[in-house]
């Protein structure tokens, strides 16, 4: 008995924490930071670059077949498009049972949302509106889900739930924007004849929706279906997911996020962090730093994004047709426009679709990584020395994102 106790207690002390990490509401954000710092790593420092960088490109034999011929493609255009569906569960809940359900509700959210699209792109076109390069007006325009809630989740108690869930729904509108931004100007020329299967495909699905199919299975060969016609058309593949999420029965959310929540968190966020930060770095910044393309990225990043996102939160308040996240300050409001500043996951993508030249999109991700984490650390550090308005206590307790809320949702699915 004794032996075998001594053998349980180190494994245990090993898992525990391991087990705790991955349920922390924080592990998603701190993961994306180590895989890029460590693809930098190696891609710059180590004796497996060449070989490293080359992976991520190998060709591999599907042409034929019309699928993507790399595993950075298969990870952009395949395993973001789950990526994209998780997103869009977030997106369709919110819109109906949370927090964007009314429009009292989401009006504020989706302002801010909007001032902090349209000031970023702003900014960039002011830097490259008459060069070469005013194709990437779309990449400042993000928000990181994953890695602005960390950040936040770091400051505990300093501030309020409410705004926790200000931040959260205002990312999920931001990626909205940057959903349709993709679809609407980053997508190539277009090819009816797939664009109409994948039209085809959708109306499967809502028609399988409005017939009450509850069985998933008859679901996922339409996905398929969606998927590949859109791959082909011109429209990003990436946007079936959302396609997906909108068409699907709201109470087949609950669990198939709750399913899908590691994955895409564990293994395809991680992946994509590898695969599109597998890039050598200059030998001096100087030439990185003084290109218009990154004035434009940073200053739309660091500058843009808080101005527009506090600018017309401010003033919808102000003039009274939305009403402020309770318990909050407008100078909170500012340090969350400041954390919005983070645009890793949806802009690096978005500069993937916007360049194809491999050294504007060193560029374009070395200012996207600079200008989200200076973005990270100002609004850290201002939001962290704010005194927190007095506080009331919140009907759902601290915000946790909804996959770790399964139980909640299927309540409020089942009352509404």
Same mark, same amino acid.
């Given at each position: 008995m004794s032996q075998a106790l001594t053998i349980k207690k180190p494994v245990h002390f090993i898992l525990n924490p391991l087990r705790d990490f991955f349920n922390d509401s924080r592990a998603g954000g701190i993961l994306l930071i180590l895989c890029t710092i460590a693809s930098l790593i190696i891609s710059n420092t180590t004796s497996l670059q060449s070989g490293y960088i080359g992976f991520w490109y190998k060709s591999m034999p599907v042409s034929i077949l019309h699928l993507p011929e790399n595993p950075l493609t298969w990870i952009n255009d395949v395993m973001m498009a789950f990526f994209f569906f998780f997103v869009g569960m977030e997106i369709k809940r919110e819109l109906t049972i949370g927090e964007l359900s009314s429009v009292k509700k989401s009006l504020l959210p989706i302002l801010a949302a909007l001032g902090g699209m349209v000031c970023p792109a702003i900014i960039f076109w002011l830097f490259n509106g008459t060069n070469e390069y005013h194709h990437g007006w779309g990449i400042p325009m993000a928000t990181d889900i994953a890695f602005s809630l960390a950040v936040l989740s770091l400051l505990g108690k300093k501030v309020p739930v409410q705004l926790k869930i200000f931040l959260a729904a205002l990312a999920i509108i931001d990626d909205l924007g940057a959903v349709i931004t993709i679809? !609407?100007?980053?997508?190539?020329?277009?090819?009816?004849?797939?664009l109409?299967?994948?039209?085809?495909?959708?109306?499967?699905?809502?028609?399988?929706?409005?017939?009450?199919?509850?069985?998933?299975i008859l679901y996922l060969i339409p996905a398929i279906f969606i998927w590949y016609c859109l791959f082909n058309s011109g429209i990003h593949a990436t946007i079936a997911g959302v396609v997906m999420a909108f068409s699907m029965p709201l109470d087949k959310l609950a669990k198939v996020e709750h399913l899908l929540h590691k994955p895409v968190n564990f293994i395809i966020m991680p992946l994509f962090a590898l695969a599109n930060t597998a890039i050598i770095l200059p030998s001096s910044f100087g030439g990185i730093y003084t290109s218009t393309i990154s004035f434009g990225i940073i200053c739309g990043l660091m500058i843009g994004k808080p101005i527009g996102i506090f600018l017309f939160s401010f003033i919808s308040s102000k003039i009274g047709i939305a009403t402020m996240p309770a318990n909050?300050?407008?100078?909170?409001?500012?340090?969350?426009?400041?954390?919005?500043? !983070?645009?890793?996951?949806?802009?690096?993508?978005?500069s993937s679709l916007a360049y194809i030249q491999p050294e504007l999109l060193v560029i374009s991700k070395v200012a996207i990584i600079t200008g989200s984490v200076v973005s990270s650390v100002l609004g850290y550090i201002y939001l962290s020395r704010l005194k927190p308005a007095t506080a009331v206590a919140h009907p759902l307790g601290e915000y946790q994102p909804h996959y770790q809320n399964s139980e909640r949702i299927e309540q409020s699915i089942a009352m509404g």
């Amino acid at each position: 008995m004794s032996q075998a106790l001594t053998i349980k207690k180190p494994v245990h002390f090993i898992l525990n924490p391991l087990r705790d990490f991955f349920n922390d509401s924080r592990a998603g954000g701190i993961l994306l930071i180590l895989c890029t710092i460590a693809s930098l790593i190696i891609s710059n420092t180590t004796s497996l670059q060449s070989g490293y960088i080359g992976f991520w490109y190998k060709s591999m034999p599907v042409s034929i077949l019309h699928l993507p011929e790399n595993p950075l493609t298969w990870i952009n255009d395949v395993m973001m498009a789950f990526f994209f569906f998780f997103v869009g569960m977030e997106i369709k809940r919110e819109l109906t049972i949370g927090e964007l359900s009314s429009v009292k509700k989401s009006l504020l959210p989706i302002l801010a949302a909007l001032g902090g699209m349209v000031c970023p792109a702003i900014i960039f076109w002011l830097f490259n509106g008459t060069n070469e390069y005013h194709h990437g007006w779309g990449i400042p325009m993000a928000t990181d889900i994953a890695f602005s809630l960390a950040v936040l989740s770091l400051l505990g108690k300093k501030v309020p739930v409410q705004l926790k869930i200000f931040l959260a729904a205002l990312a999920i509108i931001d990626d909205l924007g940057a959903v349709i931004t993709i679809a !609407i100007f980053y997508s190539s020329k277009l090819n009816l004849l797939y664009l109409g299967g994948a039209l085809l495909s959708s109306f499967t699905v809502i028609g399988l929706n409005k017939l009450k199919v509850k069985a998933t299975i008859l679901y996922l060969i339409p996905a398929i279906f969606i998927w590949y016609c859109l791959f082909n058309s011109g429209i990003h593949a990436t946007i079936a997911g959302v396609v997906m999420a909108f068409s699907m029965p709201l109470d087949k959310l609950a669990k198939v996020e709750h399913l899908l929540h590691k994955p895409v968190n564990f293994i395809i966020m991680p992946l994509f962090a590898l695969a599109n930060t597998a890039i050598i770095l200059p030998s001096s910044f100087g030439g990185i730093y003084t290109s218009t393309i990154s004035f434009g990225i940073i200053c739309g990043l660091m500058i843009g994004k808080p101005i527009g996102i506090f600018l017309f939160s401010f003033i919808s308040s102000k003039i009274g047709i939305a009403t402020m996240p309770a318990n909050s300050t407008y100078k909170q409001l500012l340090g969350i426009g400041m954390l919005g500043g !983070i645009g890793f996951t949806m802009s690096i993508f978005t500069s993937s679709l916007a360049y194809i030249q491999p050294e504007l999109l060193v560029i374009s991700k070395v200012a996207i990584i600079t200008g989200s984490v200076v973005s990270s650390v100002l609004g850290y550090i201002y939001l962290s020395r704010l005194k927190p308005a007095t506080a009331v206590a919140h009907p759902l307790g601290e915000y946790q994102p909804h996959y770790q809320n399964s139980e909640r949702i299927e309540q409020s699915i089942a009352m509404g």
